[in-house]
């Protein structure tokens, strides 16, 4: 199997124009949150500003809007019905749809903090815009287990979320990691991340199916959080292909790009900060300095 490198990361990031204004990089529609799990989508959506996406707009329970409203001006908060246990409720639906009706966001994020919102299995069978699913998301795939994507979609897994939709053990093993993402991406008709040590980026062409590994990243990034910096990552490097279009092809140049400077981020911050001390949140501060170490070609 082929490993990820910087050569190809540097070959496959999408160009910015210097001439360019923000809506041709995209606009990245984050749907994820509760009461009880906040930080997820503020993780995630704040990834998805630092690797370069135009506009990112944050769907949140109401709740919730007015204090990330008022602490992170640079996200643009649309608040949502909710239940009683804080959750998006079902009855958020015709609000985002017409947000979506609106805006024209270029691609949509959704699962991270969502737990069991009643929302999450009509956001995936219903939402007309290419997907990037983590978390609670993949929680409710597992509910669905036929279910395939006609939408480009992006799925990332760790290890215990892959074994349960493939109802298989949790394994550590580098072959069965490959193939359990190779399944998943095969199963689903979506990209695999595979998250985990030497992340495993997979997808199925035409039934054949092609993976890398990839070579960064360390314990500094086992920890409750990272997952969702790496989702909205992968969503705002993808979102910048909006000019020409969301695909499946440059779905996985996104995917494979946003893997290696995520575990990148995560190295230079341990450099400062060790393994041990390395937050996701400081990971978001690493992810620029990833791509500027990445061109000056530093070591």
């Not at 370069?52 to 944050?58: E, H, I, K, Q």
């Not at 799925?155 to 493939?166: D, K």
Request: charged fraction near 20%; glycine fraction near 10%.
């Amino acid at each position: 199997m082929d490993k990820i490198t910087r050569e190809e990361v540097l070959s496959l990031l999408p160009k910015r124009d210097p001439r360019a204004f923000k809506g041709v990089f995209g606009r990245v529609l984050v749907v994820a949150g509760s009461r009880e799990m906040c930080g997820a989508g503020l993780l995630c959506s704040k990834a998805a500003l630092r690797m370069g996406a135009g506009l990112v707009y944050w769907a949140l329970p109401a709740s919730m809007q007015p204090s990330f409203a008022a602490a992170i001006p640079e996200i643009i908060t649309i608040p949502l019905p909710e239940t009683e246990r804080g959750e998006i409720a079902r009855t958020a639906w015709p609000v985002l749809t017409d947000f979506i009706e609106k805006q024209h966001p270029t691609l949509a994020v959704v699962g991270m903090g969502m737990q069991k919102s009643p929302l999450l299995a009509q956001l995936l069978q219903e939402i007309q815009l290419p997907l990037v699913v983590d978390a609670d998301g993949l929680n409710a795939l597992n509910e669905m287990p036929s279910f395939r994507f006609e939408k480009p979609a992006i799925v990332t897994p760790h290890a215990g979320e892959i074994a349960r939709l493939l109802n298989t053990a949790v394994v550590v093993d580098e072959s069965f990691r490959i193939l359990q993402a190779a399944q998943l991406a095969d199963q689903t008709n979506a990209i695999c991340v595979l998250k985990g040590p030497d992340t495993i980026v997979a997808v199925s062409d035409d039934g054949k199916l092609n993976s890398w590994q990839n070579p960064t990243g360390g314990p500094a990034l086992a920890k409750g959080g990272s997952g969702d910096v790496l989702s909205g990552a992968i969503a705002g490097l993808w979102a910048q292909f909006s000019a020409q279009g969301l695909t499946t092809e440059n779905g996985l140049q996104a995917a494979k790009c946003a893997v290696y400077i995520h575990g990148l981020a995560g190295d230079m911050a341990a450099e400062e900060l060790s393994d041990y001390g390395v937050l996701p949140s400081d990971t978001l501060g690493y992810l620029p300095r990833a791509i500027c170490r990445m061109i000056k070609g530093d070591k």
